[in-house]
């Protein structure tokens, strides 16, 4: 017998050899048919493989990530099998999972494959997975696996097998298709009941436009139709939701080719939005105690050693810029320039927490092929701050932390969301992880007591921490169910020993701080792309760039409109007049694609009654309202933030 651990920590004993689907069934046939895969010992492998010895497991579906993973890759290796049925002699190079879906690419030859070719090939491919093929895995020697695909005459899989040692060849088998593939894979292919060819595209083999060029199909599975249809719903509305091409409509940031790729320039629409954002996060920190300071855009070289950010993390900095001899770089984070700060004088117990915020300009090299509108940029605004505290300072500050987060979310309407606490693995502490094993477990397991006592729903993935503590990313979802990394917090015991930094401590001895890094507004450039998607550009009255548009029915309200402008100025509303000479009918349409949240018609009966007609976005027509009444209700919306 051998004792299976299961994620709740439950111990059950079964027979060595038995595989996780037969422990799936044992607990439930409902759930074995859910189950795609399964962890043991935190290696994902197939749900039949037979388990010989005492393991811990997991059984993974559709919910988990792995799950998911397993399920495209399989997906992959399903196309596979119909594009070798409709295009015959097609050779394959890899075909792995992606962050949504699946590629694989191949050499058709001097075959091309169109768009309605693309749609024979799902035929195609929901036939084969009706077949429920199972999914076999085959270990054979290197030399059997040689001569397969040199009988095949296939060279892409003959250099893949290049790079392997004997003895650990695998081949999987479903239907009439064989892949060289270390797996693992789904059960069978009948659990694929939706797939849909998302793209096709050219891909240079082993990425060197130096080789010869191959197809990528790109895919995307589910086990439903329902999910499929959601998914592409989804995507139709993303697409008209486009962070690139609602800034670009409402005047919120541009490129320019002289100032450079990735430096977006923020136009005054974009900049009221920043300002917005800045001063929401200056109120919030300065409540919560945290004191701002301002540093330069570029330090000496030693300082990045210190840090070790050089040579570490050097790939992803700007190079350097010489001057009197000594190398001087652009910052790319602003933690080094904040424990300068820290260590500027002696501090003591008093003195902490000390939290140090900055919304920082930083500077990061992203390969140029890697750029994506404001989500990938190379000169970005962080919402900085680094928290210096004691061991006993530490859960209240990080649940301060947390809170903040939760403030945040409401007011932006983030429903969901959740926080993936990458933890650190015992056996690579030294290596990949800092030598301090009993720093590990009380920060990780008062990470943890936090969140689980702020309600925050989160996921606890090992062997993901940072070198110097656990990471916690926090994960959100735009209104129409789109994923965004938003920010990183860490907890860091490692720059405070490398800055030496120190306090001195109630019992008059030095020691070093913990240090926490959180941006929970992340950068304005994600953030405002989120929020673009997020509210498909028309912000709340707070964040609109303008509030109010004053729409005169001619020019003859000339006076009155500039005099509501004036009162709407003098109570800090943002608003302008649509003076030209259009019909009102043009002029409210035209404000409804700038997607300005109030109109003010103004017209003969509105100025004797000393009242506006108001036009709410989204909502129509209100009716006609007293001025210093509706200036008030605005007043009240921007200041809550409603
Ligand atoms: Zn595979
Ligand atoms: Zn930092």
């Not at 606890?460 to 070198?467: L, Q, Y």
Request: net charge negative.
């Amino acid at each position: 017998m051998i004792r299976i651990t299961f994620p709740d920590g439950a111990v059950r004993e079964y027979q060595a050899g038995i595989t996780a689907m037969d422990i799936a069934r044992s607990i439930s046939e409902g759930l074995a048919r859910k189950v795609l895969a399964a962890k043991v010992n935190g290696q994902v492998l197939d749900s039949t493989r037979p388990i010989e010895e005492d393991a811990s497991i997991s059984l993974l579906t559709w919910d988990d990530a792995d799950g998911k993973s397993t399920f495209w890759h399989s997906s992959a290796h399903l196309m596979a099998e119909a594009v070798e049925s409709l295009y015959p002699g097609v050779k394959f190079w890899v075909g792995p999972p992606v962050e949504r879906g699946f590629y694989y690419d191949m050499d058709l030859g001097d075959r091309t494959i169109s768009e309605e070719q693309l749609k024979e090939l799902e035929i195609k491919i929901a036939e084969l997975a009706k077949k429920n093929s199972p999914y076999e895995r085959r270990l054979i020697p290197k030399a059997e696996a040689v001569a397969y695909f040199t009988e095949k005459g296939d060279e892409y899989k003959l250099d893949l097998l290049g790079g392997l040692t004997d003895g650990q060849i695998t081949f999987y088998h479903q239907g009439n298709f064989t892949d060289l593939c270390r797996g693992p894979h789904i059960p069978h292919t009948g659990l694929i009941k939706a797939l849909k060819l998302t793209n096709i595209a050219g891909a240079y083999w082993k990425g060197d436009e130096k080789n010869k060029q191959l197809t990528r199909i790109y895919g995307v599975s589910f086990p439903n139709q329902k999910e499929l249809d959601e998914y592409l719903q989804m995507l139709e509305e993303a697409k008209k939701r486009d962070h690139r091409k609602l800034g670009k409509e409402l005047g919120i940031f541009a490129f320019d080719d002289d100032v450079g790729p990735g430096l977006p320039l923020w136009l005054p629409n974009g900049t009221v939005i920043i300002e917005e954002l800045e001063k929401l996060a200056k109120e919030t920190e300065l409540a919560a105690g945290y004191k701002r300071v301002v540093t330069p855009h570029i330090a000496k070289e030693s300082m990045y050693i210190t840090s070790g950010h050089l040579p570490y993390y050097q790939d992803s900095m700007f190079p350097p810029m010489e001057l009197d001899g000594v190398k001087y770089y652009l910052k790319a984070m602003n933690c080094p320039h904040h424990h300068k700060i820290f260590a500027n004088d002696q501090k003591s117990y008093k003195d902490l927490p000390l939290r140090l915020a900055e919304y920082g300009t930083c500077y990061r090299y992203e390969q140029s092929g890697e750029l994506f509108g404001l989500m990938r940029v190379r000169c970005l605004h962080m919402n900085d701050a680094h928290i210096y505290c004691s061991k006993e300072q530490f859960a209240t500050e990080f649940r301060a932390v947390n809170d903040m987060y939760l403030k945040y979310f409401s007011i932006f309407g983030i429903d969901k969301y959740v926080m993936r606490l990458s933890l650190h693995d015992p056996a690579k502490l030294g290596q990949k992880y800092i030598n301090e094993p009993e720093l590990w477990i009380q920060t990780e397991e008062m990470v943890r007591q936090v969140l689980i006592a702020s309600n925050i729903p989160f996921i606890e993935v090992p062997d993901e921490g940072a070198f110097y503590g656990p990471k916690i990313d926090v994960q959100i979802w735009s209104t129409i169910g789109r994923e965004f990394t938003l920010a990183t917090n860490q907890v860091d015991f490692a720059q405070g020993k490398r800055f030496k930094l120190e306090f001195t401590n109630k019992d008059n001895q030095a020691e070093t701080p913990l240090i926490i890094h959180r941006a929970p507004l992340g950068t304005h450039e994600r953030f405002i792309g989120f929020l673009l998607e997020h509210y498909a550009g028309k912000f709340p009255l707070w964040l609109a760039p303008v509030q109010v548009k004053i729409l005169p029915i001619s020019d003859k309200f000339t006076d009155y409109s500039l005099e509501v402008l004036r009162q709407l100025k003098n109570a800090d509303i943002r608003a302008e007049i649509d003076d030209r000479s259009e019909k009102i009918g043009r002029k409210i349409r035209d404000t409804e694609m700038l997607k300005v949240p109030y109109m003010f018609v103004i017209g003969e009966k509105e100025i004797a009654e000393n009242k506006v007609s108001v036009r709410k976005q989204g909502k129509g027509d209100a009716g006609a309202i007293n001025l210093t009444e509706i200036i008030s209700t605005l007043k009240k919306e921007i200041i809550e933030r409603q």
